[in-house]
């Protein structure tokens, strides 16, 4: 069956930079749009970036110019780069497979926790 392993998250200081992975297994990006969402303690899980099948990304407003989000097909495998991480960054992220377009639900991965601190 399709799924989704997300890897990367850890513990980093203010200003840190941390680089996550999400390889998916049992079908293919490059026709999909996927997504970053996070969710932290307390608070509703959001959207943090996607990139369509086009390659088009989009971002939050509270991480423009900080995140990157980026697709090797050949590895079947969606990156987000995180720099100059905050406090605030600290959440479960998410990778998410949005197959809506094909009639099919949505996947989501088992999450990796980064946590911002001193």
């Known amino acids: 069956q399709a799924h989704l392993v997300e890897s990367g998250g850890g513990f980093v200081q203010p200003g840190g930079s941390l680089r996550l992975s999400c390889t998916a297994s049992?079908?293919?990006?490059?026709?999909?749009?996927i997504a970053w969402y996070r969710q932290a303690p307390g608070k509703q899980r959001e959207l943090v970036a996607n990139?369509?099948?086009?390659?088009?990304?989009n971002y939050a407003d509270s991480v423009k110019g900080r995140f990157t989000i980026s697709r090797d097909t050949a590895k079947n495998t969606v990156y987000l780069q995180m720099n100059s991480l905050e406090p605030e960054d600290t959440a479960v992220y998410y990778c998410?497979?949005?197959?809506?377009?094909?009639?099919?639900?949505?996947?989501w991965g088992q999450g990796t926790q980064v946590t911002v601190s001193s």
């Open positions: 998410n497979v949005d197959r809506s377009k094909y009639g099919y639900y949505p996947i």
């Open positions: 049992g079908l293919f990006f490059t026709i999909y749009k």
């Open positions: 990139i369509s099948d086009s390659g088009t990304t």
